[in-house]
C-alpha cells in the first residue's frame, strides 16, 4: 500500500512540474508577443512619419522622384506585410531607403536648414533610437525563449505542447551596406 502512495506523489509531483514548465512557456511565447508588437509600434510610427518627410524633401529635391518614389512604395511594403517575417524584411528596406533620403539632403542646403524637415529627421532619429532598442530586447527575449523550449527536460514538454522557436530580428541585407549615393 505504501508504493501506492510514492506512485500517486510522483505522479502529482509530475503534474506540477508539467503544469509549471507549461505556465512558464506561455509566459516566455507572451512576452516575445508583446515585445514585437514594441517592435511595430516604433516602426508604424516611423512609416506615419514618411509621408511628411517625402512631401518635405519633393519641395527641394524636384529631380529626386525616383528615390521618393521607391521611399514610399517600401512604406506600402511595410504596411502590408502581415507577418513578421514579411515586415523585418519590409522594414530593412525602408531604412536603407531612409538612409538614402537623409544623404540626398547634403546636396541641397535649403533643405537642410527647412525646420520642418530638422524636426522630422530628428523624430526619425528618435524613432530608429527607438526601434535598435526595441530590437534589442526582443532579440533578447527570443534567445530567452528558443533557450529554453531547447532545455532538456523542457524541450519534451514543449515539444508535447507545440511551442515553436521564434525568429530573431536580424538587420537585411541591405541594412548592411553603405549607404550609396550616385549623381
Known amino acids: 500500500m505504501e508504493w501506492l502512495y510514492i506512485i500517486l506523489a510522483l505522479i502529482v509531483i509530475l503534474i506540477i512540474y508539467v503544469v509549471g514548465v507549461y505556465n512558464s512557456l506561455v509566459v516566455l ?3 516575445v508577443k508583446n515585445q514585437w508588437s514594441q517592435i511595430d509600434v516604433q516602426l508604424k510610427r516611423r512609416s506615419d512619419l514618411i509621408p511628411n518627410l517625402v512631401e518635405t524633401v519633393k519641395g527641394y529635391a524636384k529631380h529626386e522622384k525616383e528615390t521618393l518614389q521607391k521611399v514610399i ?3 506600402n511594403a511595410y504596411l502590408a ?4 517575417e514579411a515586415k523585418m524584411k519590409a522594414n530593412g528596406e525602408l531604412t536603407n531607403l531612409i538612409s538614402k533620403l537623409f544623404a540626398l539632403s547634403e546636396n541641397y542646403p535649403e533643405l537642410k536648414a527647412d525646420t520642418s524637415f530638422l524636426k522630422l529627421q530628428s523624430d526619425l532619429k528618435e524613432t530608429e533610437d527607438k526601434i535598435a532598442y526595441a530590437r534589442q530586447f526582443y532579440n ?3 534567445m530567452k525563449y528558443n533557450a529554453k523550449i531547447e532545455t532538456f527536460p523542457v524541450n519534451i514538454i514543449a515539444n508535447w505542447f507545440k511551442f515553436e522557436t521564434k525568429e530573431f530580428f536580424e538587420a537585411g541585407e ?7 549615393i550616385k549623381f
Not at 81 to 84: F, L, R, T, V, Y
Not at 174 to 180: D, G, L, P, Q, T
Open 174 to 180: 541591405a541594412e548592411k551596406e553603405n549607404v550609396n
Open 140 to 142: 533578447d527575449i527570443v
Open 81 to 84: 506585410a502581415e507577418s513578421p
Open 73 to 75: 512604395e517600401a512604406r
Open 29 to 31: 511565447r507572451q512576452k
